[in-house]
RNA sequence: GAUUGCGUAGCUCAGUCGGUAGAGCAGCGGCCUUUUAAGCCGUAGGUCCUGGGUUCGAGUCCCAGCGCAAUCACCA
């Protein structure tokens, strides 16, 4: 046997676990005449809402009910139909368990809402419908109707007395017990971590009520809601690399939008007051914990406002989104911290506890940094000697006021308690390039930036609106740009020309959304708030490259 | 980009000093009408991430690569 064998043009052999489900679709077919990927079914209840209709009452009055009917019938009288007060239900869901007992089937079927099971006995069903249960594989989608009663160890369930196909699923499911853990196959196999790990799927049930929660406190409060260009001539709003990418019929160079604020502002021109857009951003840039390259913000821009109008604002949102959270903790059956020494609302993020009790800590970049370094800000020469302290060697090279920053951030961030939510407030301008410089005091600026649990969720500023001045700030930034940054960073003439339109004064704002998920959802990892995050593309056997080079 | 750790059956994981590749779940064939990670009997399942090296012999040691994670850097 050991001459050659054809070469056969192998198709990617499926695993035997595959197979014996194709045989098993093919035999509900054929065999059972079940329709495998299932019909249009009306009437469905979701099954938490199935369970919700479960009664006690209507469940021993009828098994009481039933049984004297078999007495009755043992004896020779007459079978008098068996009055039924349980509520019926059509339900439909995913197969999580499976045990075979014989002549009785108990499983569980998972959707959306939670897990129920349906007990399929083999003298209460169609003989096929009785196989099909029988053989129904983990992952199956399956429809059930019949009466919600519970078995004798009192698990709530649906005495089926029909089932059907929804669909055959063709996949080797995860583990039943440990579920999907590996990190890597649940952001690739999402679909599958839903419903193998049904906290993945409330983690985004939460993230979709948060953001809904967000449009109605600000449309409450007479924000507009703007859609504004993702693909855009020029990159603008921000100091990230864009993605590049091509329009062929105008054959024209665009970039995704790495902010919104360049034309959300051009909408206060526009005679806008108050708007604000919940927007995708893409940033070709690192990725890790905190950051994926297409993310969520949310960007507001008050006309007549200030970066303490958006304080106030922000302040509001982030309190009453940890308010209902916590009703939503508390609802869910969850751990609820008991009020902090702030009044509360607290959750949990990971191992804090942080208060969201009004009003949050605010601190002056000053005193900050007077706290953090123990010198003023301004006596450069303290500032340079305590940056030699702390080992920046690169600070000879650096402006004065950079080498503050560098400071700041080395030993005045980490003072800032990650269990309150804290405002920064009033950055010096030489690091805050666009912003627009107190009047009483330019060597300050209208900005803050807010921390909770140790991460930046956004920054506010009283915005710039003279055109001459924004013309100048742009063009020497423009000048510091490297040679791989001039490639897309571009002066935007537009909107310096909607500037000299005249824009109002204006309060803005920005907070990372996916941020504010996670620490509202008590979520480690910007990946476990962002569906499908951006993934190394796989390649097959892990090891492509090295079998056909580059 | 740097450092560290990890990569073994569909999934979750063991694998000792370098000496013939293991378990549980899932699968397949049986038994069972009250299970709660059901149980029992039987059975099948492997590119030990990829490539190279050391060795009589490599899942194990060394080198390179790929992927993931953590930390750091980058990220108005």
């Keep these: 046997m050991s001459e050659t064998l054809p070469e056969e043009p192998t198709p990617l052999s499926e695993s035997e676990i595959v197979a014996a489900r194709r045989a098993k679709l093919k035999r509900f077919r054929d065999e059972l005449g079940f329709e495998p990927y299932g019909q249009r079914e009306d009437g469905l209840v979701a099954l ?97 109707e019949g009466p919600i009663g519970r078995t004798n160890k009192g698990e709530v369930c649906v005495w089926a007395s029909a089932v059907s196909l929804g669909a055959k699923s063709l996949a080797a499911p995860p583990e039943k017990w440990h579920g999907l853990s590996d990190p890597e196959l649940r952001y690739r196999r999402r679909y599958v971590d839903m419903y193998a790990n049904p906290e993945t799927a409330k983690v985004f049930a939460m993230r979709a009520r948060i953001i809904s929660r967000i449009r109605r406190f600000m449309d409450a409060r007479g924000y507009l809601e703007v859609e504004t260009p993702v693909l855009q001539p020029i990159a603008g709003g921000a100091a990230a690399r864009p993605f590049t990418t091509h329009h062929n ?12 604020e360049l034309y959300l502002k051009r909408c206060l021109v526009g005679g806008m007051r108050k708007v604000y857009e919940i927007n995708r951003n893409y940033r070709n840039e690192g990725i890790d914990r905190s950051h994926n390259p297409e993310f969520t913000a949310m960007e507001v821009y008050e006309a007549f406002g200030d970066y303490g109008t958006m304080m106030e604002l922000t302040e509001s949102l982030i309190h009453d989104l940890a308010v209902s959270m ?5 609802a869910a059956g969850l751990r609820v911290e008991e009020k902090g020494p702030n009044g509360g609302p607290v959750l949990p993020w990971g191992d804090l506890a942080i208060d969201y009790a009004k009003p949050f800590v605010r601190v002056k970049f000053e005193d900050l940094f007077r706290r953090g370094a123990g010198c003023e800000m301004r006596d450069f020469k303290a500032v340079r000697a305590k940056a030699r302290e702390l080992g920046l060697h690169h600070e000879a090279k650096l402006d004065d006021w950079l080498v503050v920053n560098e400071v700041f951030e080395e030993c005045a961030e980490p003072l800032i308690d990650p269990c309150r939510p804290t405002f920064v407030t009033d950055y010096p301008s030489a690091v805050s390039p666009l912003t627009r410089p107190h009047r009483d005091d330019p060597t300050l600026c209208g900005r803050w930036d807010i921390f909770i649990g140790g991460m930046e969720v956004g920054p506010a500023y009283t915005e710039l609106n003279d055109p001459d001045i924004q013309l100048a700030k742009f063009t020497e930034q423009l000048k510091g740009a490297d040679d791989e940054e001039s490639t897309f960073r571009t002066l935007d003439e537009d909107f310096i020309e909607a ?17 504010l998920v996670m620490l509202l959802t008590d979520s480690a990892s910007i990946r476990d708030v962002i569906l499908f995050p951006l993934l190394r593309s796989m390649s097959a056997g892990g090891g492509a490259g090295a079998e056909h080079g580059e």
Excluded: C, N, W
């Design 48 to 144: 938490a809402d199935a369970r919700a209709r479960f009664s006690e009452e209507a469940h021993v009055a009828y098994e009481s009910a039933a049984k004297e009917a078999k007495a009755a019938a043992a004896a020779g009288g007459a079978v008098a139909p068996v009055a039924d007060g349980r509520a019926q239900v059509k339900i439909a869901g995913r197969v999580v368990q499976h045990r075979d007992m014989g002549k009785l089937v108990f499983l569980f079927l998972r959707d959306a809402t939670g897990d129920l099971q349906v007990s399929v006995s083999k003298s209460a069903v169609s003989a096929q419908a009785f196989e099909l249960a029988k053989h129904a594989d983990y992952g199956d989608i399956l429809v059930a």
């Design 249 to 260: 019929a105008l054959d024209m160079q665009l970039f995704m939008r790495i902010a919104p």
């Design 326 to 330: 916590v009703e939503e903790r508390r």
């Design 499 to 515: 500037l000299r339109v005249g824009m109002p004064p204006a309060g803005g704002l920005g907070i990372g959304i996916d941020r």
